[in-house]
T-cell receptor
């Protein structure tokens, strides 16, 4: 089944403790992206990647890192999480220019 | 700057009534246009898309949308709403300049009354 898989679905952590949210897709898509969803703000792009070893900042990249060493994986790294990064995070992928396929989301709480 | 506006934060309709969700965009050319639906606790599912051609596009679950270039709009419609349509709906623009960046509206939450 074609899908984007994010893990974990729920994560509670404390300020400053490094964490990684994994994202994997099995559709051989070149394009992958991370979004955060906050009430009243819709989805805002954090980082995106147009292919392996090619990443670029989205609209809200501060406090996040990504890597794209393999085509299928695009992990999101929070080196030192802060409470303002409490949010619902979505990974998505697509063939360049085609509709995005979304994962089921990761709800992160930073205390 | 490119942007997407969904002017209605919440909409409530009765089951069986018609529905129109508004979406306006700001973009220098004709972008790719999408509508997504998000049910509680779920990711976003594509309802329909417009790339070019016929300005009235049909999607899944009985939804349709009409692209109006002169109004920079891409409104979503359904002739008869079902209770299962209660969800949040997002309009999105896909850039055609080669970056393939997607810009989302802030969403419209639909409530359906029995």
């Amino acid at each position: 089944e074609a899908q984007v898989t994010q893990n974990p679905r729920y994560l509670i952590t404390v300020t400053g403790k490094k964490l990684t949210v994994t994202c994997s897709q099995n559709m051989n898509h070149e394009y992958m992206s991370w979004y955060r969803q906050d009430p009243g703000l819709g989805l805002r792009q954090i980082y995106y990647s147009m292919n392996v070893e090619v990443t670029d900042k989205g609209d809200v990249p501060e406090g996040y890192k990504v890597s794209r060493k393999e085509k299928r994986n695009f992990p999101l790294i929070l080196e030192s999480p802060s409470p303002n990064q409490t949010s619902l995070y979505f990974c998505a992928s697509s063939l360049n220019g085609s509709p995005l396929h979304f994962g089921n989301g990761t709800r992160l709480t930073v205390t | 700057a490119q942007s997407v506006t969904q002017p209605d934060i919440h909409i409530t309709v009765s089951e069986g009534a018609s529905l129109e969700l508004r979406c306006n965009y700001s973009y220098g050319a004709t972008p790719y246009l999408f509508w997504y639906v998000q049910s509680p606790g779920q990711g976003l599912q594509l309802l329909l898309k417009y790339f070019s051609g016929d300005t009235l596009v049909q999607g899944i679950k009985g939804f349709e949308a009409e692209f109006k270039r002169s109004q920079s709009s891409f409104n979503l419609r359904k002739p008869s709403v079902h209770w299962s349509d209660a969800a949040e709906y997002f309009c999105a623009v896909g850039e055609t300049s080669g970056t393939y960046k997607y810009i989302f509206g802030t969403g419209t939450r639909l409530k359906v009354l029995a």
